[in-house]
């Protein structure tokens, strides 16, 4: 069955980086979609970037020229690199994938960025 396991997150502080990952098993990873969200507390989850099977991306204003998204095909993980991070970024990321006109969720990796 699909199952999408996401690592790496953490505390760090205002300006610091961090890069998520997301592997990914039971389906074919490299003609999937991948998107990761992030949804903090008392707030509506929210897309934060996404790429398409082709490597085509896209990204919410508020992150964008700060996060990159990537993709290994070879080791059927997607990451999120996170850069000149702010508090307001403190949330729980979650990686998504639609499979069969199914989406499916990771159990999330929270994110924290504070001094």
């Known amino acids: 069955q699909v199952q999408l396991v996401e690592s790496g997150g953490g505390l760090v502080q205002p300006g610091g980086s961090l890069r998520l990952s997301c592997a990914a098993s039971g389906f074919i990873f490299s003609m999937n979609p991948m998107g990761w969200y992030r949804q903090a507390p008392g707030k509506e989850r929210e897309l934060v970037a996404f790429?398409?099977?082709?490597?085509?991306?896209n990204y919410a204003y508020s992150v964008r020229g700060r996060f990159t998204i990537s993709r290994d095909n070879a080791k059927n993980t997607v990451y999120l690199q996170m850069n000149s991070l702010k508090p307001e970024d403190t949330a729980v990321y979650y990686c998504n994938t639609i499979h069969q006109s199914r989406l499916y969720w990771g159990q999330g990796t929270q994110v924290t960025v504070s001094s």
């Open positions: 790429i398409t099977s082709g490597g085509n991306t």
